[in-house]
């Protein structure tokens, strides 16, 4: 049976949550949501581990409402994602746009996976008021200030 993935970043949101609405009004039956918890984006930050792992569990609840369901990784997204595909195989998979530029780079990894192995994907830009391809110079550079002290 095929599944259908909601890839999560730090957008605990049922409403107004682009990717939820996707896979909420997707077609397949089997519906999961993947957050990648990685340990080291956390070490120093214990009030932050604290607010993330109450927030999963109140959000996780709301996901059983709607018969999803939420999986914890505790890997490498790029690892994980590449596990997935031959473990628990899903044909499609949505998220929402980040706008952090490790983010980006990892996104375009995680574009690249799918690509090679036929699985659709979607993102969406519901944290953006614009993207950061739409804000650009003619010359297709990024805008930059630089002011004094």
Do not use: G
């Not at 939820?20 to 039956?29: G, V, Y």
């Not at 009030?47 to 959000?59: C, G, V, Y």
């Not at 944290?127 to 391809?133: P, S």
């Amino acid at each position: 049976m095929s599944c259908s993935i909601v890839w999560l970043k730090d957008d605990f949101r049922i409403s107004n949550n682009q990717a939820i609405r996707a896979l909420i009004e997707d077609e397949n039956k089997e519906k999961r949501a993947i957050y990648h918890y990685e340990k080291e984006t956390y070490l120093l930050c214990e009030s932050q581990k604290w607010w993330l792992a109450r927030s999963l569990e109140i959000f996780k609840k709301k996901l059983e409402n709607l018969n999803i369901s939420l999986d914890v990784i505790h890997e490498n997204t790029k690892k994980s994602i590449k596990k997935l595909i031959i473990t628990s195989p899903f044909n499609r998979i949505y998220w929402n746009k980040s706008c952090h530029i490790n983010e980006n780079i990892i996104e375009e990894h995680i574009k690249k996976i799918l690509e090679d192995n036929n699985i659709f994907y979607k993102e969406f830009s519901a944290n953006l008021l614009n993207t950061i391809e739409k804000i650009k110079k003619d010359d297709r550079t990024p805008f930059k200030v630089f002011t004094h002290y």
